[in-house]
Each structure stands twice: as C-alpha cells, then as structure tokens.
C-alpha cells in the first residue's frame, strides 16, 4: 500500500512537552497538506506545502506549532510547549499536480495526540 | 465561523433504506464539493464529489443533489448496507483549502 503514511498513530505527552510527528505523502504527491480533528468536529486546515515551499498557513496555527518539508518529501509538524487544548487528531493529505483549481486529497491515518 | 454547516449529527437508518444528510454553504466562491467517509481510526476518504455546474452527480449508490441557488448540497445513499456505517463529512473547496463540515455518524442497522 503506498498511501500517505503517518507516524506515531499515537502519542500521549505531558502538558509543557514538545512532540514531532511525520507525514510520508504519496510519492508522486508535490502537495501537502496537515489538518487538526477534534472529537464530533471535521478536519481543520493547519498549513499547506507545496514541494518544500510553505505556502499557506491558518490562524490555528499558533506560533508553538512549525511545519517543515525540508526535501519535497516527508513533512514533520513540531508542537512545542503542549496544552491540554492540542488534544486532538492530527491529519496528513497529500494530493498531486494538475489542471484545475481543485487536487483529490488523500489522507493519512492520521496521529492521535493526548496532552496529559 | 463555521463555513459549512452540516446536518444531521446522526442518522440512523434501516438496511436498505436510503440515507440522506444536507450541507449549507454562504461562500459563492467555493467551486467544488466532495463528500468524504470516515471509519473509526482511519483517515477520511473521498467518496464522490461535484462541481457546481452540475446539479447531480450519482456514482453507484452514491448521489450528491447540488442546488446551486440555494447554495445547498445533498449526499444520498441509496440501499444503505451496515458496511456503511461511519461519518460522513461534506467538505468546500476554494483553491487548495478545503472546509469541513461538522460530520454526520451514519449507522445501518441490519
């Protein structure tokens, strides 16, 4: 299967920690995508890649979170100094070039992110 | 501000009776509308999708109505199986972004 790959799937940290998480896309994908989810909510947009280029980014994304993609490949979303309120459902999505204004986004498994 | 408001939280449906959740959008600028399922643990997954020049769309079980002047999108399932038990989230594209609406827990019962 060579879907978008997230790793952990889990993670359980103290509040005040920092935690990395990685988004393997689907190869050929040039775009990339990190999401939260919340319990009973959709998938909020966090930031957008496209190959190694940081190209948008949403208010959530307070300044404890940095999203990198350094290569055009894998991407890894940092969370410093955690808060009980990054609880939450990380997700990857990654989508390919094309005409048109809109890519299919697949997504990952996502990681589970518990703040104790 | 939630861009996409999605209806209902949860439906509950009879195998082989048709399910239907309804989304709202406000934002004209939006031009593509893909309804995503979701299994527990798992990553959403596309189902079927419209543009809004096209009032229907129908992939096997799966329609999607879209009433454009009302700016209104619809996702049916039509002989709903137990397998389709999961959430449901009707989604709006602009460009890259893509906005959720809140999801609706679908279950079939046998």
Redesign the interface.
């Known amino acids: 299967d060579t879907g978008?790959s997230q790793n952990p799937r889990h993670k359980i940290t103290k509040r005040g920690q920092n935690v990395t998480f990685r988004c393997d896309p689907i190869s050929e994908h040039n775009?990339l995508?990190w999401y939260r989810q919340t319990l009973?909510?959709?998938?909020?947009?966090l930031t957008?890649f496209q190959n190694e280029a940081q190209l948008?980014k949403s208010r959530l994304l307070s300044d404890r979170f940095s999203a990198e993609r350094p290569k055009g490949s894998f991407s890894t979303l940092e969370i410093q100094r955690t808060e009980q309120g990054d609880s939450a459902m990380y997700?990857c999505?990654s989508?390919s070039p094309g005409g048109g204004?809109?890519?299919?986004?697949?997504?990952?498994?996502?990681t589970r992110l518990t703040v104790l | 501000q939630q861009q996409?408001k999605?209806s209902p939280q949860s439906l509950i449906v009879q195998k082989g009776g048709i399910s239907i959740i309804n989304c709202a959008y406000e934002n004209t600028a939006f031009?593509?509308f893909?309804w995503?399922q979701q299994f527990p643990?798992?990553?959403?997954?596309?189902l079927i999708?419209i543009r809004p020049d096209v009032s229907e769309k129908k992939e096997g079980r799966f329609t999607i109505s879209f009433n454009k002047s009302a700016k209104q999108f619809s996702l049916h399932i039509m002989d709903s199986q137990p397998g389709d038990s999961a959430t449901y989230?009707c989604?709006a594209?602009?460009?890259?972004?893509?906005?959720?609406?809140?999801?609706t827990r679908l279950t079939v019962i046998p």
């Open positions: 978008v775009r995508y009973g909510q959709g998938p909020e947009f957008y948008e997700l999505a989508s204004s809109y890519n299919e986004q697949f997504f990952g498994p996502g | 996409v999605q031009d593509y893909p995503y643990g798992k990553g959403p997954a596309l999708a989230f989604a594209s602009i460009i890259n972004n893509l906005f959720f609406g809140t999801g």
